[in-house]
């Protein structure tokens, strides 16, 4: 079976709806998890990285995280957690806020600061090695 | 559309709540925190990578309590959001769909959430 189907994504229409709302609720709903499995799969590798050489001084620790590598991956991860957050900050405030100008006002006050953030982690990340 | 006058009983503390019902919400509340807590773990590890004083700063925070209670909080937030996670994916997948598994998976997500705490609670000790 189709995972869209499955989930409900696209109802009985099934491979003729490219362009509905609800495969643009699919595309939603398979992000937050292709999301989930990248950060899942990065923090586990990187915990045990970083159990097995932890940094004890300054140098270490920033010698560490400007390896190109562990930089651009953790970017990644951050870039994920953010779209992540996106996702599930916009279904909840959907869920419990029923009045459209406050939660056009807050909706567009979480994704400025995820925005923000994703300037903000690049900036550190994407500098440490210079 | 909606009818508006239809019924509405949504008085938490009289409705039972199985333990599905408690990882569900969980997840949502640790989601949010979890969001909330971006901001302060951008600041803090620009911070540590800025400057040897800077580094110095963050390790001696761990010395406050109040610290210490805010990162096994966040910490609590981030194991149990993650192995629920693991398991809804489980569920997308057909796995352990049913009362019984549903329930036990339940109960393992929220043992498994709290052990990453209390390891992280004796790893700062």
């Not at chain 2, 489980?90 to 052990?115: E, F, H, K, P, Y």
Request: aromatic content about 12%.
């Amino acid at each position: 079976m189709c995972i869209g189907c499955r989930a409900g994504g696209h109802g009985d229409r099934h491979g003729d709806d490219a362009m509905s709302r609800k495969s643009i609720g699919l595309r939603t709903w398979l992000i937050q998890r292709l999301s989930a499995v990248y950060m899942l799969l990065f923090v586990v590798i990187f915990a045990i990285y970083f159990v097995a050489n932890i940094p004890t001084s300054f140098l270490e620790w920033r010698a560490m995280m400007a390896n190109t590598f562990v930089a651009i991956t953790t970017t990644l991860f951050f870039l994920s957690l953010l779209t992540h957050a996106w996702i599930g900050m916009r279904d909840v405030l959907m869920d419990y806020l029923h009045a459209d100008s406050l939660r056009l006002v807050l909706l567009t006050g979480v994704g400025f600061a995820l925005l923000g953030a994703a300037i903000w982690i690049m900036k550190i990340l994407l500098t440490v090695s210079v | 559309m909606e009818d508006k006058k239809r019924p509405v009983f949504l008085d938490l503390t009289r409705i039972d709540m199985p333990v599905m019902a408690v990882l569900s919400f969980a997840h949502r509340v640790t989601g949010v925190l979890l969001f909330l807590s971006i901001p302060f773990v951008i600041y803090l590890l620009g911070l540590s990578l800025s400057s040897p004083q800077g580094y110095e700063t963050v390790t001696s925070l761990f010395d406050s309590g109040l610290f210490r209670l805010g990162v096994l909080i966040i910490l609590w937030c981030f194991s149990h959001h993650f192995f629920a996670g693991i398991r809804y994916f489980m569920l997308d997948l057909d796995i352990g769909v049913n009362v019984i598994t549903g329930r036990r998976s339940a109960w393992c997500v929220l043992g498994a959430g709290l052990a990453v705490m209390v390891i992280g609670m004796v790893m700062m000790l």
